[in-house]
């Protein structure tokens, strides 16, 4: 085994089989993909559109690839005709072109909502109570090419366990309060993303059922990218 396969089923062992794993390649090359695949590994996620394109091209057809980073509007129609699932969805005028370029391609596409948890400023993201208003909105309903899959957030970068606990229940907890609204027939509420290397136990605990795992699995990335 190489050390990435290593790591990788490291974290397999360590998780149930109902959490998926997806694993962040961003700045990754093409050989590392290689390797994880080679021991069945078939979720990869990215966080930019021109690397998630040149990666699918490269690989085989039986991966699903996440897009995981902020995502323009500008950019949707390059990834439409393949991407699996869009985590990072911040606002309805990219849901409107995601469904947009999805009719284009005569595919549904899979969408969760990016859910600001954490202090930070910067994250970008939707509030709970914009959710609710999203998904309960005739606008919404016209979407009949997406499909809002759960949820994803990003706990505050922190070594204070208590504080990423606290965030990724609060989100848990407003993912159970939406399952309890009648959900128009483009939206199931399945999926839970959050947990990433550093706090992916806590945030199994707390409910997650997606995590999105990159350095534990690839090795620190060079971070001028
Ligand atoms: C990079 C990234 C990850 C993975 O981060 P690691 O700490 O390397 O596991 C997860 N989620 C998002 C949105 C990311 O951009």
Redesign the pocket.
């Known amino acids: 085994m190489t050390d990435i396969q290593h790591n990788l089923q490291e974290v397999l062992d360590e998780i149930s089989s109902e959490v998926c794993l ?1 694993a ?1 390649s ?1 700045t990754k090359p093409v050989s590392d993909l290689q390797e994880a695949y080679a021991i069945g590994q078939r979720v990869f ?1 990215e ?1 930019k559109v021109q690397e998630l394109t040149d990666k699918y091209e490269a690989l085989p057809k039986d991966i699903q690839w996440h897009m ?2 902020h995502l323009q509007t500008n950019k949707v129609k390059y990834i439409a005709p393949f991407v699996a699932l869009i ?2 969805v911040d606002s309805f005028k990219l849901l409107t072109e995601i469904n947009k370029q999805a009719e284009k391609n005569n595919r549904t596409i899979n969408c969760l909502l990016q859910v600001h948890i954490a202090e930070e400023e910067t994250k970008y993201g939707f509030d709970f109570q914009e959710v609710e208003e999203l998904i309960k909105s005739d606008e919404l309903i016209q979407l009949k090419h997406i499909r809002i899959k759960g949820l ?1 957030g ?1 706990a505050t970068f922190s070594d204070e366990n208590q504080k990423i606990k606290r965030e990724f229940e609060s989100l848990n907890t407003d993912f159970k309060q939406l399952q309890q609204n009648t959900l128009p027939e483009n939206v199931s509420l399945e999926v839970l993303s959050m947990g ?3 706090d ?1 136990k806590l945030a199994i605990e707390a409910g997650s059922n997606m995590i ?7 090795g ?2 060079n971070y001028n990218k």
């Open positions: 997806v962040v961003k996620g966080n995981i980073g985590h990072s994803m990003m990433m290397s550093g992916y999105r795992v990159g350095s534990n699995i690839f620190a990335r």
